[in-house]
């Protein structure tokens, strides 16, 4: 017999799933393959306003770890965008990317890629708990072609 705890833990768990699927199904951005990367990505970022610590609760930790771009992902479709390749707003953007340092992370601090017409850089020194009205996410997924 389950304990009260286990029961919680499990339909916490299943709470965890619908809101996934929920998130999904409003998801209005499509998915645009990159050959080059051998991946898919969102074409526009959403999510805007939310800390990670909102992306966390909505689409859990797992997940985000699995489907959040490296910096070096966006740098390159950053480039490809500007050799005229794809359209993906890049040039002016601000998103949520993996966190690739290990001392940041153990810290707790998340990152962040920004660019604009002249300039691109990482953040990695924000707080899980931050949010801006400009920052959003975008995610990506392996795709073999």
Do not use: C
Request: zero cysteines.
């Amino acid at each position: 017999m389950k304990t009260t705890q286990e029961k919680i833990n499990q339909k916490e768990a299943e709470l965890q799933k619908l809101k996934l699927q929920l998130s999904k199904e409003k998801d209005k951005s499509e998915w645009l393959y990159i050959p080059e990367l051998k991946i898919e990505v969102q074409t526009k970022i959403h999510h805007k306003g939310k800390s990670y610590n909102d992306l966390v609760e909505e689409f859990g930790e797992e997940y985000l770890e699995k489907h959040l771009p490296t910096y070096a992902q966006l740098q390159e479709l950053r480039n490809l965008e500007h050799k005229g390749k794809y359209e993906l707003g890049l040039i002016d953007s601000w998103e949520f990317v993996k966190q690739e340092d290990l001392i940041s992370k153990k810290k707790g601090y998340v990152s962040g890629f920004g660019a604009g017409s002249d300039y691109v850089g990482l953040d990695s020194g924000g707080g899980s708990s931050v949010s801006y009205s400009d920052l959003g996410v975008r995610f990506i997924r392996s795709k073999s072609k």
